[in-house]
């Protein structure tokens, strides 16, 4: 558990790729970082974003002013997936595709800051697997949500096939996959695999109005454990996980947001964490 808030992620960074600039990631309110996907109309996904979205989850994984990480793209739409035009070689091309998107999204969803998925307009394919890797979603009611991988030949990669089944139970993930089908965010928002609706007009507003409010409103490091935890709980025996969760709440005791959280309720204010 230690480890989790260890700089060896961070110090990973350094292979920027040079040219166009495909994510961008800038500051809308304090103790937020909004990465920004910005690849043609539909923010398509391919091997210069990977590589510029892990340097951007990587060069915030230290970063103590970031609480909350909004993960976007540019415009009416998300993302509406992996850019098929790419050259691919040999079938082990395509499993070194799969496992960069893998190794991507999985950084993401290890970053010790909770991360929240702004869903709209075409949220499809490898983009759909990007929000899966988030913390929390939140989507427009006009969202076009789903997986149509199997009717290209192909199947979701980048861990959607792993994800979704843990978020929203077997049936109705064997149903999307195998289906091809599309949900609309409200259809998400009711199975549960959205936290909240936005409207289309204010999407991007309101995103970083929930996500600041989010980050001002939770300890960072007691956050991170959770999460954490949370995340791991489902591969690992009850016993360990609730070892873990002991450890956890030992680690916790020392620190500063601890005692600040337990003054700030005994004086019926909020409380000013700096996670630490």
């Known amino acids: 558990l230690k480890q989790l808030l260890s700089s060896s992620h961070a110090q990973q960074v350094g292979k920027h790729t040079q040219g166009e600039q495909y994510v961008a990631v800038d500051r809308p309110s304090p103790k937020v970082a909004r990465i920004t996907i910005e690849n043609t109309r539909n923010n398509l996904i391919n091997a210069e974003v990977l590589d510029q979205l892990e340097e951007a989850v ?38 070194e595709m799969s496992r960069r ?7 993401l969803s290890e970053v010790p800051k909770l991360t929240v998925a702004e869903m709209k307009g ?8 990007l929000s899966l890797a988030c913390d929390m979603r939140l989507s427009t009611e006009e969202a076009q949500i789903g997986f149509p991988e199997i009717t290209l030949g192909l199947l979701p990669g980048w861990g959607g096939t792993q994800r ?12 999307l996959v195998l289906t091809s089908e599309r949900i609309s965010g409200r ?20 995103a970083v109005t929930y996500a600041a409010e989010l980050a001002t409103r939770v300890a960072p490091v007691a956050a991170a454990l959770a999460k954490r935890l949370l995340n791991k709980g ?39 964490f700096k996670g630490r």
Not at 70 to 94: C, H, I, P, W
Not at 187 to 206: N, P
Not at 237 to 260: F, H, I, K, Q, V
């Open 58 to 95: 990587r060069s915030l994984w230290n970063d103590r002013e970031v609480v909350v990480i909004l993960v976007t793209g540019k415009g009416e739409n998300f993302s509406a997936g992996a850019q098929l035009n790419q050259l691919f070689q040999s079938g082990m091309d395509f499993t």
């Open 101 to 107: 998107g893998q190794r991507v999204f999985r950084l």
């Open 122 to 129: 075409y949220v499809l394919g490898g983009g759909f697997e």
């Open 164 to 175: 979704l089944s843990r978020l929203i139970g077997l049936s109705r993930a064997t149903q």
């Open 187 to 206: 259809q998400a928002y009711e199975w549960g695999l959205v936290s909240k609706l936005i409207t289309k007009e204010r999407a991007d507003d309101e």
């Open 234 to 272: 489902s591969e690992i025996p009850m016993d360990n996980g609730l070892e873990w969760e002991a450890t956890a709440m030992g680690l916790l005791y020392g620190t500063e947001d601890l005692r600040e959280g337990i003054s700030a309720f005994l004086q019926k204010r909020k409380a000013e």
